[in-house]
T-cell receptor, first 111, second 114 residues
Framework: DGGITQSPKYLFRKEGQNVTLSCEQN?????MYWYRQDPGQGLRLIYY???????QKGDIAEGYSVSREKKESFPLTVTSAQKNPTAFYLC??????????FGEGSRLTVL | AQSVTQLDSHVSVSEGTPVLLRCNYS??????LFWYVQHPNKGLQLLLK??????LVKGINGFEAEFKKSETSFHLTKPSAHMSDAAEYFC????????????FGKGTSLLVTP
């Protein structure tokens, strides 16, 4: 939403390249999440972070890496080990009731 | 364990007619339930949430949902559809003691015809 910024919105990658997706927030939330969305499917959790310098694998972490050096930033790297990286990637923050607030998403296409 | 099932993958309504998007859930503990809307190439926007207060929840854009524990349902409704309501809708469940874990339904695509 307004305080969550994902970039770039569209990204093209050649096979074998690593790419990093940015997620920045100014809402002072502790918990941040990365989800992957494929056509006709729900969202699948890649990684999440409850606090700075700590993060946990989600359901589909293989081929991805993250860092959480600052509260405001939670970048996601899609590595060459991810076999099928073409997807829509969504970053989210967790609210007080457990709800999530999403960014606008980044669409990655592997050429 | 928790899970959520959206009973219709596609729903088509005429503009001005009621909308009903169906969601059933299973949860071992008291759940929190959410509905989100997603327009093409956009992030998900929270429509409404149930967190154990009133069972009839009102959300944005005229949507509402009713938590029915006996039926394990959380259907989304709107009295009169607008063209701008055409989008993908997701039902989401979270158990109170599950920490991070949210389960997303596979989504219902709402088509609104003139």
């Amino acid at each position: 939403d307004g305080g969550i910024t994902q970039s770039p919105k569209y990204l093209f990658r050649k096979e074998g390249q690593n790419v990093t997706l940015s997620c920045e927030q100014n809402l002072n939330h502790d918990a941040m999440y990365w989800y992957r969305q494929d056509p006709g499917q729900g969202l699948r959790l890649i990684y999440y972070s409850q606090i700075v310098n700590d993060f946990q694998k989600g359901d589909i972490a293989e081929g991805y890496s993250v860092s959480r050096e600052k509260k405001e930033s939670f970048p996601l790297t899609v590595t060459s080990a991810q076999k099928n990286p073409t997807a829509f990637y969504l970053c989210a923050l967790r609210g007080d009731a457990g709800e999530l607030f999403f960014g606008e998403g980044s669409r990655l296409t592997v050429l | 364990a928790q899970s959520v099932t959206q009973l219709d993958s596609h729903v088509s309504v005429s503009e001005g007619t009621p909308v009903l998007l169906r969601c059933n859930y299973s949860s071992s503990y008291s759940p929190s339930l959410f509905w989100y809307v997603q327009h093409p190439n956009k992030g998900l926007q929270l429509l409404l949430k149930y967190t154990s207060a009133a069972t009839l929840v009102k959300g944005i854009n005229g949507f509402e949902a009713e938590f029915k524990k006996s039926e394990t349902s959380f259907h989304l409704t709107k009295p009169s559809a607008h063209m701008s309501d055409a989008a993908e809708y997701f039902c989401v469940v979270r158990e109170r003691n599950s920490g991070y874990a949210l389960n997303f339904g596979k989504g219902t695509s709402l088509l609104v015809t003139p």
